[in-house]
């Protein structure tokens, strides 16, 4: 433990809080967002265990009449973000994009319950029809093969990972007409999507708005549709999660493990021979996207890890040094500051720490542990880092960094 970094922290979830929802952090992102929420929960868990219940309410409390939990929840108004709500027009209250993200609020909420195991069940008990109702729209709206896609790279959480690239491609961006980015304003440019690749978001977001967010139409007709394996395998680690709690309560774990069982069966179509590992795969096409992400090794997060990971896990993180690369180091396209094409992400090595040590990869799991710590003792509280020398990059003060300083990178070796 470091009693200052412990208290600084503890801080900066007390900054970013804006009155039971918390922001990602201050500027570049000042709405709360699904799986940042989340994690904040578990985040203030450690100080506050009133207050991270009541910001798993607040994230569910936007959940659409369809079962979906948007990405974006605008809740105040705040014009030094864009595309905010009149460019997304979901049309509900409060307002929000018209997308989900990865679904780490089950094992989130678990996480918070075990922190509050006498206290929590009256909440818990709460949130687990909402939880459940997410979880089954996702497989009946993004569930192809057995496995989970994406509609559109942000609803991944990891935008402009090479994973999407050939996705990206064949995404006409040249008629989206103008519009002013506010994100380098806050960000040195060259650690954000470029230009190209935002011209492609919008267009797949206009789609989208122009069928009032259809989910059957944008799966059946929408312009980008990828299997990812990282919100795959947090989606079956949110089902076990989700099961156990079931359980917990007294209610019937049955549709649970039967998605569950769907989502195992999933995992040999996203699973690429040739490259030896999990991919992207683009699910209009059938191809592979060919790339080694940080998607893939979440597998370990939700048990799935095949023994030819391995391998490709150990490659990719000996050639850096502070934390999993989110993209092949050795690959032509890395980049080691820019988002999601290079960078090492705290809250992500968390989560996959956590599958390795239960899956008896102690020593690794604490090594992660070990590099993140060092990464954030050094740099700060920052969005993410360069993973080759440690440099903090994105924005400053981030509320998921400092939640997983406070239950998992300032403490010791990571529970199982």
């Not at 007409?177 to 470029?194: A, L, N």
């Not at 989208?208 to 990282?230: K, Q």
Request: charged share 25%.
């Amino acid at each position: 433990m470091n009693p200052d970094l412990d208290e600084r922290a503890r801080a900066i979830l007390v900054a970013n809080d804006r009155g039971g929802y918390t922001i990602p952090t201050a500027g570049l992102y000042p709405y709360q967002w699904n799986w940042d929420s989340a994690l904040a929960a578990w985040g203030f868990s450690s100080f506050d265990i009133d207050r991270a219940w009541t910001e798993l309410e607040t994230l569910l409390d936007g959940q659409w009449d369809s079962g979906m939990v948007p990405h974006i929840l605008f809740r105040a108004h705040d014009p030094s973000y864009f595309p905010g709500p009149d460019v997304w027009s979901s049309g509900t209250t409060p307002s929000s994009s018209g997308i989900t993200q990865p679904p780490v609020a089950a094992s989130m909420a678990r996480l918070v319950w075990e922190a509050d195991i006498d206290q929590g069940r009256a909440r818990v008990a709460k949130l687990f029809p909402k939880l459940q109702t997410w979880h089954r729209w996702f497989m009946q709206h993004r569930v192809r093969e057995g496995a989970v896609a994406v509609t559109h790279p942000w609803e991944s959480g990891r935008d402009n990972c090479p994973d999407w690239d050939i996705g990206m491609a064949a995404i006409d961006g040249s008629g989206v007409g103008p519009y002013e980015r506010r994100d380098t304003g806050h960000v040195d440019p060259s650690m954000r999507p470029t230009r190209e690749q935002y011209d492609r978001f919008l267009t797949i977001l206009y789609w989208g708005r122009n069928v009032a967010w259809d989910a059957e139409r944008i799966m059946a007709d929408g312009p980008f549709l990828m299997a990812d394996p990282g919100t795959h395998f947090i989606l079956m680690r949110a089902n076990e999660d989700l099961a156990w709690m079931a359980r917990q309560l007294g209610e019937d774990d049955k549709e649970i493990m039967d998605w569950q069982s769907i989502l195992k069966g999933g995992c040999d179509f996203i699973w690429n021979e040739a490259l030896g590992a999990y991919d992207a795969r683009d699910m209009r096409s059938g191809a592979f996207a060919g790339v080694l992400g940080s998607g893939a090794m979440l597998a370990y997060y939700a048990d799935a890890a095949r023994p030819a990971l391995d391998a490709h896990l150990m490659r990719s993180w000996d050639a850096v040094r502070y934390g999993l690369p989110s993209s092949d180091p050795e690959a032509a396209h890395f980049d080691p500051r820019r988002y999601w094409r290079g960078p090492a992400w705290p809250f992500l090595n968390a989560l996959i720490a956590r599958g390795l040590a239960m899956s008896g990869k102690q020593q690794l799991a604490e090594r992660l542990r070990r590099e993140t710590a060092e990464a954030i003792e050094q740099g700060g509280f920052s969005e993410y880092f360069d993973p080759i020398d440690g440099t903090p990059c994105g924005g400053p003060d981030f509320t998921w960094t400092a939640a997983i300083w406070l239950t998992w990178a300032g403490l010791g070796p990571t529970p199982s």
